[in-house]
């Protein structure tokens, strides 16, 4: 009997989640994986490294993942869509999970915040999700957030950084997103710029980040 398209749609997230949750484990966004390490991690007893070929082109399609001859490496957008898969009530892993697996997930929970649907929420209404509780996970966020307002609003890579804090919300304190977005600067992953901002408001001053030297930093640029 044929596959249904359902059952096609399931497979398709099974294994597209499946590969950018062992290239989040295997260095995170930007690192670049071998492809016959990454072929060694997703391939399933009784299938060949061809038969995924189909799930990177798609991912690559959707600029969640680059793909090189002979490395493969995960975008902020990436992690945006794992992040979404792992929370659809759809997706469940399609047999007995191996160790590497697991442990990756377990990696994912405890950097990312748990995977439920159930997030919290203000008195809005407004989903704030999981709180962040180390820098490499807000890294992953916040370059995840600053693509997405980037590709969605035309910034031309000028995003300004009270979008980005008040995207992440609650999951991080107001103190902890200034030191570690000063972090990525000085990790030289994100330039903080001043200048003009049009339409500018207190609150929106108030959202972007003031340096020790005393200058507001209105836009993030990645490097």
Known sequence: MPATKTQVNLTALQNTTRILLTLWELGGVGA???????????VQKGKKSADYKVFLDQLEKDNAIAVTKSTVSLSPAGVDLLNQSLKNVDFTFSSQVGAKTANALLKWIREMGTTSINSKADTNGKALGDTIASYEAFKSVALGVYDRLNRDYNFDNLVPIYRIRREIGDRVSRSQFNDWMLELQAND??????????????????????????GVRYYAKQL
């Open 32 to 42: 670049e994986v071998k492809r016959g390490e990454l072929t060694r991690r997703v």
């Open 189 to 214: 992953i994100l330039q903080l710029i001043g200048g003009e901002m049009p339409s500018l408001t207190p609150d929106k001053a108030e959202d972007s980040i003031e340096t020790k030297l005393g």
